[in-house]
């Protein structure tokens, strides 16, 4: 079963504004990820935090982790329309030397110019 | 430096047919994940291996599903027997040794049709 619950399901919002994006867990995580996919494109890494870790910065995006919550947000700044994308959470737990990622159901963004 | 290739991007299919998806992970990467995407959905984890080794393999069906990481080449996600329900983008990811605390890094995916 997956892991994160992401919320909400679709976003649209105007160019320069800001969007939130928030992700629910359910069990012990080494470490939450967010991932971006453009359409009929693969996964690209954005930011990755550690269980031990609470708020992380990369360029206009920020995360935060709350694990006495089991929740994490994505928040991106003064968006633009190359923003437009499906936003992915990832809780990542570790298995035989590697980790193994459990996706959620994703966020779909739409920046409206 | 290239990244996770996969091919082929596109692969139609007859129902009954067998499906071949290849991954050469990153270089320097010993392990590979695969994923299945449903249109406008999430990723769901399939299978996890290392060389010559599958680790995980709990995200997929028993039956007609297989795949493999041999010593040489690329990884391997074979689907025996295609039903209109396998289709979907299957993606692979790499990572390296002890990437417990890593990102993982995707191929643009197959995009299997079964007709």
């Known amino acids: 079963s997956q892991q994160g619950e992401e919320d909400p399901q679709a976003l649209s919002i105007q160019e320069g504004e800001n969007a939130t994006m928030n992700c629910s867990y359910k069990t012990s995580i080494n470490n939450l990820q967010w991932y971006r996919q453009n359409s009929g494109r693969g996964l690209v890494h954005l930011i990755l935090i550690r269980s031990n870790e609470r708020e992380k910065h990369s360029g206009r995006l920020r995360v935060t982790l709350d694990t006495s919550k089991k929740s994490s947000s994505l928040l991106i700044t003064a968006s633009r329309a190359a923003d437009t994308a499906s936003y992915f959470c990832a809780t990542g737990t570790r298995l035989q030397g590697a980790q193994k990622l459990v996706f959620g159901q994703g966020t779909r963004l739409t920046i409206n110019p | 430096n290239a990244g996770v290739m996969q091919n082929p991007r596109h692969l139609v299919r007859r129902r009954g047919q067998e499906a071949r998806l290849r991954c050469s992970p990153m270089k320097g990467h010993s392990h590979v994940y695969w994923y299945r995407q449903l249109p406008e959905e999430g990723l769901k984890f399939m299978v996890y291996?290392?060389?010559?080794?599958?680790?995980?393999e709990s995200g997929m069906p028993k039956e007609r599903f297989s795949a493999e990481f041999p010593k040489e080449g690329p990884s391997i996600l074979r689907i025996q027997q295609v039903v209109r329900g396998d289709s979907a983008a299957y993606f692979c990811?790499?990572?390296?040794?002890?990437?417990?605390?890593?990102?993982?890094?995707f191929g643009n995916g197959t995009r299997l049709t079964v007709t």
């Open positions: 291996l290392q060389k010559e080794n599958i680790i995980d």
């Open positions: 990811a790499s990572s390296g040794q002890g990437a417990y605390n890593s990102p993982l890094h």
